[in-house]
């Protein structure tokens, strides 16, 4: 969803939902570095590794 300027995503772990955007830390361990229509990347902070999901519709 695109709100103003920024991206917003909402994502799901088990039955809890996460509402994120860019810059945004998740449950004190993930930064969400970057959303983009089709990916949002984040860094798995403790260990510094860039992980990637893929969104959008698939084609």
């Known amino acids: 969803?695109?709100?103003g300027t920024s991206t917003v995503v909402f994502l799901a772990?088990?039955?809890r939902?996460?509402?994120a955007r860019q810059g945004d830390l998740l449950n004190n361990q993930?930064?969400?570095e970057s959303v983009s229509a089709s990916a949002?990347?984040?860094v798995f902070e403790p260990l510094k590794?860039?992980?990637t999901l893929s969104i959008g519709n698939a084609k």
């Open 1 to 3: 969803m695109t709100e």
């Open 13 to 15: 772990q088990g039955e």
């Open 17 to 19: 939902m996460l509402v």
């Open 30 to 32: 993930y930064r969400v």
């Open 40 to 42: 949002v990347t984040f």
């Open 49 to 51: 590794q860039r992980q």
